[in-house]
């Protein structure tokens, strides 16, 4: 049967690696947004959501390459410390962190992630069933003048259902399965036709892009990522991106700008003090999303947005790609080193001779005197290893600090 230690071991090893990865993640993805300014709304979303996605996996794609270059790398030969060279830095440091991870610490790390797993994946399945509770119970079904034609014009072979809900500060859709696109009672009254229609068209291409059901994938994938700091930052960019996106797709629909600015400017006037529903549609920065409608958002042509747009998920891509390179290397360094230095060090000092057996920084066996030490009195945490006599005193006590390499503070002579 296996250990827990031999899956949490090499578990908090590639969470260590994306710790690290994740802000170099994070810098790429900062570099990739600001070199998609003036490109529409949906090459930053794409780009939000790749680092969403890669963020969530780096363990496992992490894992998986350090596998894949373990296999094409020839096995290890056993040395003898003499002929041990020097290990590169990114392997070093992976020993040396090792060295100093205990295996209940290893354990512990690894229990607590899988907590924060189950309670992530837990808060987002409690946060569907409610909403499903929510329109089950909730308001009013609606049908606005002319829906079926509006569905049609945002590119929908179906009209989804409305339903109007005193509840609803702002807009949005909710439903994975079914969507049903909510809005506050009385808006209907309180936007002008023109209004409406916008209004109802970004909502519609909410629908058209199935935004519900990738937020509601994303969260799932996220909630493994949830010791991720930068996951948060991506995160608040998709939800910002999306509404441009729907924004953009709307106005494209209507063919003009004002309509959607100006019912935004109105719904904000209505909800200004009221609490926020931070569902789908009520995401992204008001202002920002005014100015970037008003202004017409994206300012290049077709060919600069798919040629910016290539080279910045290209960009991304590598960089990603690079991280995993850098840590299946240094997992790779740290295999050999573990499986392949086998080092029988012979030493004295003024009390005797002892003898120690490291495999892979690991002391397996000693003798003190010629006396074997048993191996329940070889107690080593990290670097430092304590050998104990029989009354449980430590006899003797070492450091491990490189393959075949060793250091004690020399005992005094033994009493005659």
Same mark, same amino acid.
């Given at each position: 049967?296996?250990?827990?230690?031999?899956?949490?071991?090499?578990?908090?090893?590639?969470?260590?690696?994306?710790?690290?990865?994740?802000?170099?993640?994070?810098?790429?993805?900062?570099?990739?947004?600001?070199?998609?300014? &003036?490109?529409?709304?949906?090459?930053?979303?794409?780009?939000?959501?790749t680092g969403i996605v890669l963020l969530a996996l780096l363990p496992l794609l992490t894992a998986l390459a350090a596998l894949l270059s373990a296999g094409s790398t020839p096995a290890a030969s056993n040395v003898g410390p003499s002929a041990v060279s020097p290990m590169p830095v990114?392997?070093?440091?992976?020993?040396?962190?090792?060295?100093?991870?205990?295996?209940?610490?290893?354990?512990?790390?690894?229990?607590?992630?899988?907590?924060?797993?189950?309670?992530?994946?837990?808060?987002?399945?409690?946060?569907?069933?409610?909403?499903?509770?929510?329109?089950?119970?909730?308001?009013?079904?609606?049908?606005?003048?002319?829906?079926?034609?509006?569905?049609?014009?945002?590119?929908?072979?179906?009209?989804?259902?409305?339903?109007?809900?005193? &509840?609803?500060?702002?807009?949005?859709?909710?439903?994975?399965?079914?969507?049903?696109?909510?809005?506050?009672?009385?808006?209907?009254?309180?936007?002008?036709?023109?209004?409406?229609?916008?209004?109802?068209?970004?909502?519609?291409?909410?629908?058209?892009?199935?935004?519900?059901?990738?937020?509601?994938?994303?969260?799932?994938?996220?909630?493994?990522? #949830?010791?991720?700091?930068?996951? #948060?930052?991506?995160?608040?960019?998709?939800?910002?991106?999306?509404?441009?996106?729907?924004?953009?797709?709307?106005?494209?629909?209507?063919?003009?700008?004002?309509?959607?600015?100006?019912?935004?400017?109105?719904?904000?006037?209505?909800?200004?003090?009221?609490?926020?529903?931070?569902?789908?549609?009520?995401?992204?920065?008001?202002?920002?999303?005014v100015r970037r409608i008003v202004s017409g958002g994206a300012t290049m042509a077709g060919h600069q947005i798919r040629r910016r747009a290539a080279v910045a998920m290209t960009g991304l891509l590598a960089v990603a790609g690079s991280t995993m390179v850098v840590a299946a290397t240094?997992?790779?360094?740290?295999?050999?080193?573990?499986?392949?230095?086998?080092?029988?060090?012979?030493?004295?000092?003024?009390?005797?001779?002892?003898?120690?057996?490291?495999?892979?920084?690991?002391?397996?066996?000693?003798?003190?005197?010629?006396?074997?030490?048993?191996?329940?009195?070889?107690?080593?945490?990290?670097?430092?290893?304590?050998?104990?006599?029989?009354?449980?005193?430590?006899?003797?006590?070492?450091?491990?600090?490189?393959?075949?390499?060793?250091?004690?503070?020399?005992?005094?002579?033994?009493?005659?």
């Amino acid at each position: 049967m296996t250990d827990l230690a031999d899956v949490a071991t090499p578990l908090v090893r590639y969470l260590a690696h994306s710790l690290w990865q994740g802000p170099v993640l994070l810098l790429a993805y900062l570099a990739v947004r600001r070199w998609l300014a &003036g490109v529409r709304a949906e090459a930053s979303c794409r780009a939000a959501t790749t680092g969403i996605v890669l963020l969530a996996l780096l363990p496992l794609l992490t894992a998986l390459a350090a596998l894949l270059s373990a296999g094409s790398t020839p096995a290890a030969s056993n040395v003898g410390p003499s002929a041990v060279s020097p290990m590169p830095v990114p392997g070093e440091l992976l020993r040396l962190f090792q060295l100093h991870v205990t295996e209940n610490f290893a354990r512990a790390v690894a229990l607590a992630w899988c907590a924060g797993v189950l309670l992530s994946l837990g808060h987002v399945l409690v946060g569907v069933r409610r909403i499903n509770r929510l329109l089950a119970r909730a308001g009013r079904p609606v049908a606005p003048w002319g829906l079926a034609g509006l569905a049609t014009r945002a590119g929908l072979a179906r009209t989804p259902e409305v339903r109007e809900w005193s &509840g609803a500060t702002a807009p949005f859709v909710a439903g994975w399965r079914h969507p049903v696109v909510v809005l506050p009672a009385g808006l209907q009254q309180l936007l002008t036709p023109g209004e409406l229609e916008a209004v109802l068209l970004h909502e519609l291409a909410h629908v058209r892009r199935q935004d519900v059901r990738t937020n509601l994938l994303l969260r799932l994938l996220a909630a493994f990522a #949830w010791h991720q700091l930068p996951l #948060w930052k991506l995160m608040s960019d998709l939800g910002r991106e999306r509404e441009h996106c729907c924004d953009e797709l709307a106005v494209s629909a209507m063919g003009r700008t004002l309509p959607l600015a100006r019912a935004l400017l109105t719904m904000e006037e209505r909800r200004s003090g009221q609490p926020r529903l931070a569902m789908a549609g009520t995401g992204g920065d008001f202002a920002s999303r005014v100015r970037r409608i008003v202004s017409g958002g994206a300012t290049m042509a077709g060919h600069q947005i798919r040629r910016r747009a290539a080279v910045a998920m290209t960009g991304l891509l590598a960089v990603a790609g690079s991280t995993m390179v850098v840590a299946a290397t240094a997992e790779g360094e740290f295999a050999a080193w573990a499986s392949g230095v086998h080092a029988l060090i012979q030493a004295s000092d003024p009390a005797g001779p002892f003898t120690v057996e490291l495999v892979g920084g690991q002391l397996v066996a000693a003798t003190i005197d010629g006396v074997t030490i048993p191996r329940n009195r070889i107690v080593q945490r990290g670097q430092q290893v304590r050998l104990l006599d029989a009354a449980g005193r430590s006899e003797l006590t070492l450091d491990v600090r490189a393959p075949g390499t060793i250091h004690w503070s020399p005992r005094p002579p033994r009493s005659p």
